[in-house]
């Protein structure tokens, strides 16, 4: 069973791009912000994108403090760090684009579209992963009585 994820956050620190045995890809940080009792509980998410969404991903700049929506598959995985168990959360990217208002959506000077400014990139699925097919290509036939309410 797959879990899936949508979430906006801002990216804490990205790799540049990487080679792997199936697909370039690029690791990054995501912070998504919560208020609990009017303070901010920020929740982090290492975050993976595979093949071309991860080459522009790259291209359009993104960079620490960018604002991201992202979908993915979740995951967990623990492991131990001075002893402690740690819990870390995972998302494998299979969307991604910019916030409509964040900086980098209205450009920054940095990026390489006309002017120097970020290239906005559409909400969109990836299709470069996962290799063996587009998850978003799955359909549901669900009837009434799938539904628990």
């Not at 890809?25 to 995501?30: E, I, K, R, S, T």
């Not at 959360?89 to 390489?112: F, M």
């Amino acid at each position: 069973m797959m879990t899936i994820i949508s979430t906006v956050g801002n990216v804490t620190r990205i790799s540049e791009l990487k080679t792997g045995p199936k697909a370039d890809y690029v690791n990054f940080g995501l912070a998504v912000n919560e208020w609990k009792d009017g303070k901010r509980a920020p929740t982090f998410y290492e975050c993976t994108v595979f093949g071309q969404d991860a080459e522009n991903l790259v291209k359009a700049k993104a960079k620490k403090g960018s604002q991201l929506f992202v979908s993915g598959k979740f995951r967990t995985s623990v492991y131990e760090r001075n002893g402690e168990k740690v819990t870390s959360l995972n998302i494998t990217v299979l969307a991604w684009c910019y916030v409509q208002g964040s900086s980098a959506s209205k450009g920054t000077g940095e990026g390489n579209g006309a002017n120097g400014e970020a290239i906005p990139v559409p909400c969109q699925p990836t299709e470069s992963y996962p290799p063996e097919g587009n998850f978003h290509d799955m359909t549901m036939n669900l009837v009434d009585d799938d539904l628990p309410f």
